[in-house]
């Protein structure tokens, strides 16, 4: 009845899932990566936190069922394993 006013998220290619509660991570990462393909923007930084690691392993999960995701790995600055580095497929155009 009373739903939270929805958040306006800047297609930058960083998502900060601080923001969110863990159930809305699901829809918002598939969504958030086709909206960075449209803008083409194919390099994305998914900041998860550390904490226990459960929102990093579901956010790695659901990038594993992506088939727009080329690759992920833990980001290698200083957040370290507090944020996912994902690389998307480059949508060929001639198609």
């Given at each position: 009845m009373n739903e939270p006013e929805p958040i306006e998220l800047p297609i930058d290619?960083?998502?900060?899932?601080h923001h969110f509660s863990?159930?809305?991570?699901?829809?918002l990462i598939p969504d958030y990566i086709e909206a960075c393909l449209d803008k083409k923007i194919y390099s994305i930084r998914i900041i998860h936190g550390k904490g226990k690691g459960v929102l990093r392993r579901t956010?790695?999960?659901?990038?594993?069922?992506?088939?727009?995701?080329?690759?992920?790995?833990?980001?290698?600055?200083?957040s370290s394993w507090g944020a996912?580095?994902?690389?998307l497929k480059k949508v060929d155009e001639n198609y």
């Open positions: 290619g960083i998502l900060d899932l863990p159930k809305e991570v699901k829809e956010v790695h999960s659901i990038l594993d069922k992506l088939e727009e995701v080329e690759s992920y790995r833990l980001a290698d600055d200083r996912t580095l994902v690389e």
